[in-house]
């Protein structure tokens, strides 16, 4: 199974994007996806999942207002559309995806899949 990040980039303070990661290889039994992130010196953080199978999403506290989270019709892209960032929004943003049902959303250790990134750099 690959992940692959895409649509991050440079954006001006106030600005949108919407970065997406692609799953290819056997994507039958995926359960969750999901958007982490990871500032220069700080530790991974848990943004955004959604369920494959039930539809349901979860977001981290401090991405409810601004961030959303959602899947293709063929539940092999997840978008995250990200809406006023501005410069702490400034992280790596990686993909995940589990082969199992999670018991702690935001709990990287429960993810079996990983993309490598995409860098999100927001300029004031």
């Known amino acids: 199974v690959h992940l692959e990040e895409s649509g991050g980039g440079p954006v001006e303070d106030g600005g949108s994007l919407r970065p997406f990661c692609t799953a290819s290889?056997?994507?039958?039994?995926?359960?969750?996806m999901a958007w982490f992130r990871q500032a220069s010196g700080k530790e991974l953080e848990g943004v955004a999942a959604i369920s494959r199978r039930r539809g349901v999403s979860y977001y981290a506290r401090p991405f409810k207002v601004r961030f959303t989270i959602s899947l293709d019709d063929a539940k092999t892209t997840v978008y995250l559309q990200v809406r006023n960032l501005s410069s702490d929004d400034t992280a790596e943003y990686y993909c995940?995806?589990?082969?199992?049902?999670?018991?702690?959303?935001?709990?990287?250790?429960?993810?079996?899949?990983w993309g490598q990134g995409t860098q999100v750099t927001v300029s004031s």
């Open positions: 290889g056997n994507t039958d039994n995926h359960w969750w």
């Open positions: 995940a995806a589990s082969l199992d049902s999670v018991a702690v959303v935001f709990r990287p250790s429960e993810y079996n899949f």
